[in-house]
T-cell receptor, first 117, second 111 residues
Framework: GAVVSQHPSWVICKSGTSVKIECRSL??????MFWYRQFPKQSLMLMAT?????????EQGVEKDKFLINHASLTLSTLTVTSAHPEDSSFYIC?????????????FGPGTRLLVL | KQEVTQIPAALSVPEGENLVLNCSFT??????LQWFRQDPGKGLTSLLL?????REQTSGRLNASLDKSSGRSTLYIAASQPGDSATYLC??????????FGKGTRLSVIA
């Protein structure tokens, strides 16, 4: 149980285009979803937290107009990287949690590798 | 603000050795602590989860301990194998924060 999927697993795009990444909880309802970003040989950095039906809360330094997050249902969250540039190339990982409490376990997706040319 | 530090950043050992990876954190009011494994270019594999009320967890050759008072956790790997080579990440939740990750320890087990 507690499976989280991401699609696509990798994507290559041209600079200036927008890319949408999907995160789905397959066998549970995810009240809260998180988006992390990982640059090469770096750790995971939290970008934003989203609760179903509410606006996402972004971490300091993350541009909310560039990284659009939608969490319209209890099983799906999307991250759209708008007007992507080479510096946005990274590994994006989502995680999902059944409830609101931080003490609950987060379940991670397999990640999406983005390369912007 | 919770900060998670992992030492060493990289470690290379011969096959068969027992080894210890260290994780320290600044806010001892944690809910739980997890150890993850990440292979190059891949996602995360959860290895062990320790709740704040627990002192240790074991799974096969892995044993993780938690000492909240000193702000430390260790991951012990017994009889290391080349297949254990990966980056090991420590992460924890505390207060009003979701999982916060350390920078990881890159482990190489040499056959």
């Amino acid at each position: 149980g507690a499976v989280v999927s991401q699609h696509p697993s990798w994507v290559i795009c041209k600079s200036g285009t927008s890319v949408k990444i999907e995160c789905r909880s397959l066998d549970f309802q995810a009240t809260t979803m998180f988006w992390y970003r990982q640059f090469p040989k770096q750790s995971l950095m939290l970008m934003a937290t989203s609760n179903e039906g509410s606006k996402a809360t972004y971490e300091q330094g993350v541009e909310k107009d560039k990284f659009l997050i939608n969490h319209a249902s209890l099983t799906l969250s999307t991250l759209t990287v708008t007007s992507a540039h080479p510096e946005d190339s990274s590994f994006y990982i989502c995680s999902a949690r059944p409830g609101l409490a931080h003490r609950e376990t987060q379940y991670f997706g397999p990640g999406t590798r983005l390369l912007v040319l | 603000k919770q900060e998670v530090t992992q030492i060493p950043a990289a470690l290379s050992v011969p096959e068969g050795e027992n080894l210890v990876l260290n994780c320290s954190f600044t806010d001892s009011a944690i809910y739980n602590l997890q150890w993850f494994r990440q292979d190059p270019g891949k996602g995360l594999t959860s290895l062990l989860l320790i709740q704040s009320s627990q002192r240790e967890q074991t799974s096969g050759r892995l044993n993780a301990s938690l000492d909240k008072s000193s702000g430390r956790s260790t991951l012990y790997i017994a009889a290391s194998q080349p297949g254990d080579s990966a980056t090991y990440l420590c992460a924890l939740t505390s207060g009003n924060t979701p999982l916060v990750f350390g920078k990881g320890t890159r482990l190489s087990v040499i056959a």
